[in-house]
């Protein structure tokens, strides 16, 4: 079974408008940690946000969002204010305690902003 | 931001040949990964380490070996080089022990087995 699963394959934000990429996962570590990363076509991976499976509160990074809910173990990136900039793959990643810290990643979005 | 480097940046290599990428930090970081990206299926991981000469394996890791024989460096050996293993890998290493911690990536190497 998938541990990590980003549904959107795809998709297409105008700029200046909010968009949600979407992170569903699935672990029974009660203690987890849940990234995002923007990979541009340059190829570098780029930290953009971290919640960890203890946090009451959803994290937030400038522009970036979380929405977690432990529930329904999703955990879904909203980027407020899209920029022509922000066109890049997104990867969803989760960390296991348990499982010596090792990251899990999803299959990743791609975002493209259009003006 | 921890120092993290990969080399070499580009590879190209035969089928069959030995090839081993290196992936080197500056601090003192126990946890480094190898990871490689092929495209549909984002980064998978290969090996792991959590100490001097202690590593695991990932979810693919048939065809590759690894060494940690010091803290700074991370190696990664494709003993017999397939076409299957064409591919961007990328080392990572989580910068500190607490559980806020991330992962800083390396700028990953290219590879392309011929």
């Known amino acids: 079974a998938q541990k990590i699963t980003q549904t959107q394959p795809g998709m297409f934000v105008q700029e200046k408008e909010a968009v949600t990429l979407d992170c569903t996962y699935d672990?029974?570590?009660?203690?987890?940690?849940l990234f995002w990363y923007k990979q541009p076509s340059s190829g570098e991976m780029i930290f953009l946000i971290y919640?960890?499976?203890?946090?009451?509160q959803n994290a937030t990074e400038g522009r970036y969002s979380l929405n977690f809910q432990k529930a329904r173990k999703s955990a879904n990136l909203v980027i407020s204010a899209s920029q022509l900039g922000d066109s890049a793959m997104y990867f969803c990643?989760?960390?296991?305690?348990?499982?010596?810290?090792?990251?899990?990643f999803g299959g990743g979005t791609r975002v493209l902003v259009k003006p | 931001d921890a120092g993290i480097t990969q080399s070499p940046r580009h590879k190209v290599t035969e089928t069959g040949t030995p090839v081993t990428l290196r992936c080197h930090q500056t601090e003192n970081h126990r946890y480094m990964y190898w990871y490689r990206q092929d495209p549909g299926h984002g980064l998978r991981l290969i090996h792991y380490s959590y100490g001097v000469k202690d590593t695991d394996k990932g979810e693919v890791s048939d065809g590759y070996s690894v060494s940690r024989s010091k803290t700074e460096d991370f190696l990664l050996t494709l003993e017999s080089a397939t076409s299957s293993q064409t591919s961007v890998y990328f080392c990572?290493?989580?910068?500190?022990?607490?559980?806020?911690?991330?992962?800083?990536f390396g700028s990953g190497t290219r590879l392309t087995v011929v």
């Open positions: 672990t029974s570590d009660p203690s987890y940690g």
């Open positions: 990643a989760m960390r296991e305690v348990a499982a010596g810290n090792k990251l899990t």
């Open positions: 919640q960890g499976s203890y946090d009451q």
């Open positions: 990572a290493i989580k910068a500190g022990e607490g559980d806020n911690y991330g992962y800083t």
